[in-house]
C-alpha cells in the first residue's frame, strides 16, 4: 500500500531497525516488482527510491506511476522517494507527481544556504502531508572505486547548528560513505552518529550502503539509522540476473520470460538486504 515513510521511520528509529531504500533505475518494472515481492513475502515496509539521472530514459512521472501501481498491489508500507534532488524545483516536481517523500540535498552548500533551501521544500512539503529528507556532509561518488579526497564526514556541531536553522523529518550524515563500489574497506566514522545522537532524536539515514560491512551497518542502525540506501548493488545484480536469463532459459524471443527470471533473482537480494536492516515482520 502506498504511504509516506515518516511514522514508519519513526517506528524504525525506536525500535532499532532500519527500513530499505532501493534504487529502482528510473522506473523499472522488473526491479520495483522484486522490491515489492520481496517487502509482501518478508512483512517489511520498503522505501523505492528515484534519483533523476536514472529517470532520463523513462521520465520521472513513469517512474511514479510504476511504483503506484505496484505498490498498491502489497499490503505492507511501500513509499516512492526523490532521492537527492538537486534543487527546489525538482522537489516541487516530485510533490506534484505524487511522491510521498523528497529529499533536498544542500550537502555542497554553506550550512546556512543549505538550510535555507531545505526550509524552503519543508514548507512546501508540509502542504502536500510529505516528509523531508536532508543531508549534511557531501557524499562522494567514487571514480573507480577511490575517493580521492573524502569530505564528507560531517562536524557533529555543524548537525546541530544546521538543525538550529532548519528541521527536516529525516537526515542524511556524510561519516565517510560513498555512492558505488569501495576499493578496499571505506572508512566510517560511526563516532559522529554516536555524538550527534546525545543532541537529537531525529530519524537518521545512511547513503552508499553497497559493499560496506554488515558490521558496520548494523551498528549505525543501532546509532539510530532508520533508512538504507542500496543502489549499485541493485543495478549490477539486476544486470547479472537477466544475463545469466539470457544464457540459461529458452526464453524464445520472450522478454517477459527474461524479465520474470531476473526479477525472482533480484527479490531474493532485496530479502537480504530486508535481512541486514531487521526490518522483516514490522510491516
Same mark, same amino acid.
Given at each position: 500500500?502506498?504511504?509516506?515513510?515518516? #511514522?514508519?521511520? @519513526?517506528? *524504525?528509529?525506536?525500535? /532499532?531497525?532500519? !527500513?530499505? %531504500?532501493?534504487?529502482?533505475?528510473?522506473?523499472?518494472? &522488473?526491479?520495483?516488482?522484486?522490491?515489492?515481492?520481496?517487502?509482501?513475502?518478508?512483512?517489511?515496509?520498503?522505501?523505492?527510491?528515484?534519483?533523476?539521472?536514472?529517470?532520463?530514459?523513462?521520465?520521472?512521472?513513469?517512474?511514479?506511476?510504476?511504483?503506484?501501481?505496484?505498490?498498491?498491489?502489497?499490503?505492507?508500507?511501500?513509499?516512492?522517494?526523490?532521492?537527492?534532488?538537486?534543487?527546489?524545483?525538482?522537489?516541487?516536481?516530485?510533490?506534484?507527481?505524487?511522491?510521498?517523500?523528497?529529499?533536498?540535498?544542500?550537502?555542497?552548500?554553506?550550512?546556512?544556504?543549505?538550510?535555507?533551501?531545505?526550509? #524552503?521544500?519543508? @514548507?512546501? *512539503?508540509?502542504?502536500? /502531508?510529505?516528509? !523531508?529528507? %536532508?543531508?549534511?556532509?557531501?557524499?562522494?561518488?567514487? &571514480?573507480?572505486?577511490?575517493?580521492?579526497?573524502?569530505?564528507?564526514?560531517?562536524?557533529?556541531?555543524?548537525?546541530?547548528?544546521?538543525?538550529?536553522?532548519?528541521?527536516?523529518?529525516?537526515?542524511?550524515?556524510?561519516?565517510?560513505?560513498?555512492?558505488?563500489?569501495?576499493?578496499?574497506?571505506?572508512?566510517?566514522?560511526?563516532?559522529?552518529?554516536?555524538?550527534?545522537?546525545?543532541?537529537?532524536?531525529?530519524?537518521?539515514?545512511?547513503?552508499?550502503?553497497?559493499?560496506?560491512?554488515?558490521?558496520?551497518?548494523?551498528?549505525?542502525?543501532?546509532?539510530?539509522?532508520?533508512?538504507?540506501?542500496?543502489?549499485? #548493488?541493485?543495478?549490477?545484480?539486476?544486470?547479472?540476473?537477466?544475463?545469466?536469463?539470457?544464457?540459461?532459459?529458452?526464453?524464445?524471443?520472450?522478454?517477459?520470460?527474461?524479465?520474470?527470471?531476473?526479477?525472482?533473482?533480484?527479490?531474493?537480494?532485496?530479502?537480504?538486504?530486508?535481512?541486514?536492516?531487521?526490518?522483516?515482520?514490522?510491516?
Amino acid at each position: 500500500m502506498l504511504t509516506t515513510n515518516l #511514522e514508519t521511520m @519513526k517506528k *524504525a528509529a525506536r525500535e /532499532g531497525y532500519a !527500513v530499505p %531504500a532501493i534504487n529502482t533505475q528510473g522506473g523499472n518494472y &522488473d526491479i520495483i516488482r522484486a522490491c515489492c515481492k520481496a517487502a509482501q513475502e518478508m512483512r517489511s515496509p520498503m522505501i523505492l527510491a528515484h534519483y533523476v539521472s536514472t529517470g532520463a530514459y523513462s521520465g520521472n512521472d513513469f517512474f511514479v506511476e510504476v511504483a503506484k501501481w505496484c505498490a498498491n498491489k502489497v499490503d505492507v508500507p511501500v513509499s516512492i522517494h526523490l532521492d537527492h534532488g538537486a534543487d527546489f524545483d525538482i522537489c516541487m516536481e516530485a510533490l506534484k507527481l505524487g511522491f510521498t517523500s523528497v529529499m533536498i540535498d544542500g550537502s555542497t552548500r554553506p550550512i546556512e544556504e543549505n538550510a535555507a533551501m531545505t526550509n #524552503e521544500v519543508i @514548507k512546501v *512539503a508540509r502542504c502536500f /502531508g510529505v516528509p !523531508v529528507e %536532508a543531508e549534511i556532509g557531501e557524499l562522494q561518488r567514487l &571514480d573507480n572505486g577511490v575517493v580521492q579526497e573524502n569530505k564528507n564526514i560531517a562536524d557533529p556541531e555543524q548537525v546541530r547548528e544546521f538543525l538550529s536553522l532548519c528541521q527536516p523529518d529525516t537526515l542524511a550524515i556524510g561519516i565517510g560513505n560513498a555512492h558505488g563500489y569501495y576499493k578496499g574497506k571505506p572508512d566510517i566514522h560511526l563516532d559522529v552518529l554516536e555524538n550527534v545522537r546525545k543532541f537529537t532524536d531525529i530519524p537518521l539515514v545512511l547513503h552508499g550502503c553497497t559493499g560496506m560491512e554488515e558490521s558496520i551497518v548494523k551498528d549505525a542502525i543501532k546509532l539510530g539509522v532508520a533508512k538504507i540506501n542500496f543502489g549499485t #548493488e541493485i543495478r549490477y545484480k539486476y544486470v547479472q540476473h537477466y544475463q545469466e536469463a539470457l544464457e540459461k532459459l529458452d526464453h524464445q524471443g520472450h522478454s517477459w520470460k527474461l524479465s520474470q527470471y531476473a526479477s525472482d533473482a533480484l527479490a531474493e537480494d532485496v530479502k537480504k538486504i530486508i535481512e541486514l536492516s531487521g526490518s522483516a515482520g514490522k510491516a
